[in-house]
């Protein structure tokens, strides 16, 4: 039986985990209760099995992550407030991915080509050559996302965001350990984890470096055309890259390719209090129940005739 993985997101005043068929929201409202959404998760890949084959399931994923992630979003804010849940509509959530894609085409693929353009415009050597252009394109593009993360990490509200960021992946760490869910065993494991989305972005950003290198320098639209019709390429060789990292996480080549990528993620965690480990402890338990792995732990081992490492319940 293939390993599951659970993964989850930082939202505000909480976090959400997902599990193969299932996702988890846990909030603290201001009355200090934690209050729980949990749904089923329906992926495009259950329907279509194209999308379950290595490349295809990483854009699905891509896609599909970016979705939860706005509606979990979009329900924090509202249950953080100590409001009534409102799901966000189709045509919210299409104006919402349209501005994010947007932003992103804007920030991460148009700045970094017209900077590289501007300053390679005196040097023909460097103008045709595709792989150093892309080279540069690329370190320009790394550094614009440095910037951005160390701008939006000193707003008050985004520091507790990663402060959930952080315990959100000390609960993951606590689970895949073996542990019963606890604040207590939980404060002990590190806030970076190799699955983390930062690291992810990092590893798009390399392959992008790799991938674009193929496309004409000459023309900015053509290079952007290419780029565009590249990013499900990118997006797919780079969630693979991330498989292969999780399953040998403890190779020494992996953790020396990994390291610049955990390095990324001390600018989006923060180490977490104990009431913010609760809420992560909350939903990663809560999605454990939803997608039955609590229960088949507690009878393995009470088959096995060992002590039930059991989680903690919601």
């Known amino acids: 039986m293939a390993k599951q993985f659970f993964g989850g997101q930082a939202v505000i005043e909480g976090v959400m985990m997902k599990g193969p068929k299932h996702w988890s929201l846990a ?10 959404v ?16 290595p490349l295809f399931r990483g854009i699905v994923v891509l896609i599909e992550t970016l979705i ?32 994010a894609f947007v932003f992103v085409v804007g920030l991460f693929m148009v700045l970094p080509l017209l900077i590289t353009k501007y300053l390679t415009t005196a040097a023909a050597s460097i103008a045709d050559n595709r792989s150093l252009f ?11 996302f440095l910037l951005y993360i160390l701008a939006v990490s ?13 315990a959100e992946h000390k609960a993951i760490h606590t689970f895949e350990a073996g542990e019963e869910l606890t604040p207590s065993n939980a404060a002990k494991y590190s806030t970076l984890h190799i699955r983390c989305g930062t690291a992810f972005m990092l590893i798009v950003m390399v392959v992008a470096i790799l991938s674009f290198q193929f ?44 390291w610049p990528g955990l390095m990324l993620q001390k600018l989006t965690t923060r180490e977490p209090d104990e009431s913010q480990l609760e809420v992560a402890l909350y939903a990663l338990s809560s999605v454990l129940q939803a997608e039955g792995v609590t229960d088949a732990v507690q009878e393995k081992q009470e088959k096995m005739g060992e002590p039930v490492n059991g989680f903690s319940s919601p």
């Open 27 to 36: 909030i603290r409202t201001p009355d200090g209760n934690i209050v729980n």
């Open 38 to 53: 949990d749904e089923r998760f329906n992926s495009i890949g259950d329907r279509w099995s194209i999308f379950k084959m």
């Open 68 to 99: 939860l992630g706005i509606k979990t979003l979009s329900l924090s804010a509202n249950l953080s407030l100590g409001e009534e849940e409102e799901d966000i509509t189709p045509k919210q959530m299409a104006g919402t991915l349209a501005l």
């Open 134 to 144: 892309a080279l540069i394109e690329g370190m320009f593009r790394i550094s614009i």
């Open 154 to 166: 000193r707003v008050r509200d985004i520091q507790r965001v990663f402060q959930y960021h952080g």
């Open 215 to 258: 496309l004409p320098t000459g023309n900015i639209l053509a290079r952007l055309a290419g780029k565009l019709l590249l990013l499900p390429v990118v997006a797919g060789i780079s969630y693979e890259a991330t498989r292969i990292a999780a399953r040998y996480e403890n190779s020494p080549i992996t953790k020396i390719l990994m």
